[in-house]
């Protein structure tokens, strides 16, 4: 089973700010990788798909990079809506599909 | 447009049953394959199942096989998970997710049900 890592588990960061979200997968994924984002008491939003397609609908302030064992997901300028729990998730190897543990953007 | 209706949760004892449902409308539901995901309370998303658009084919996470089945209905557009020996580390909000595209098997989830809590106690 793939494990995937995410970090740091909490980001504490002001609007306007840029946020760097990691996550790093026990093996390659090769560019099977994908992002989403979700808000208390909703459903996951896919945000990006195969490490740097962004999702239908997501605002180009997102964006995704890397392969293999190392993917980033960027927030260029924070936006109020935009803190919430992020997870990366892998169907290279699958099953099973695994997510990472989640990192938390909040308002510093 | 797309909706995902998931129905079926409740209080459970434990090792009793339960049967989900995800009612399925504004796609062609039998051109996408359909995955369980669940979250327990305040924690992160586990996959659970997934079953091949023609329903010909399942997967399983290791926790729940022998103990879950999926299976869909493409005639009435829903999708199903029985749940058999429920036990406490069972109890999550499921949700059914659709793939991205109609490929055989494309495992990025685009749309999400509102999600059903299921709660195994005595």
């Known amino acids: 089973e793939i494990v995937l890592t995410q970090s740091p588990a909490t980001l504490s960061l002001s609007p306007g700010e840029r946020a760097t979200l990691s996550c790093r997968a026990s093996?390659?994924?090769?560019?099977?990788l994908a992002w989403y984002q979700q808000k208390p008491g909703q459903a996951p939003r896919l945000l990006i798909y195969?490490?740097?397609n962004r999702a239908t609908g997501i605002p180009a302030r997102f964006s995704g990079s890397g392969s293999g064992t190392d993917f980033t997901l960027t927030i260029s300028s924070l936006e109020p809506e935009d803190f919430a729990v992020y997870y990366c998730?892998?169907?290279?190897?699958?099953?099973?599909?695994?997510f990472g543990g989640g990192t938390k953007v909040e308002i510093k | 447009q797309v909706q995902l209706v998931e129905s079926g949760g409740g209080v459970v004892q434990p090792g009793r049953s339960l049967r989900l449902s995800c009612a399925a409308s504004?796609?062609?539901?039998?051109?996408?394959?359909i995955h369980w995901v669940r979250q327990a309370p305040g924690k992160g998303l586990n996959w659970v199942a997934g079953?091949?658009?023609?329903?010909?084919?399942?997967h399983y996470a290791d926790s729940v096989r022998g103990r879950f089945t999926i299976s869909r209905d493409n005639s009435k557009n829903t999708l199903y998970l029985q749940m058999n020996s429920l036990r406490a580390e069972d109890t999550a909000v499921y949700y059914c997710?659709?793939?991205?595209?109609?490929?055989?098997?494309?495992?990025?989830?685009?749309?999400w049900g509102q999600g059903t809590l299921v709660t195994v106690s005595s």
């Open positions: 998730q892998q169907r290279s190897n699958w099953p099973p599909v695994t």
């Open positions: 504004g796609f062609t539901f039998s051109h996408y394959s």
């Open positions: 997710a659709r793939e991205l595209y109609t490929s055989d098997w494309y495992p990025s989830f685009y749309y």
């Open positions: 195969d490490a740097s």
């Open positions: 093996q390659s994924v090769d560019s099977y």
């Open positions: 079953i091949s658009y023609d329903g010909s084919n399942e």
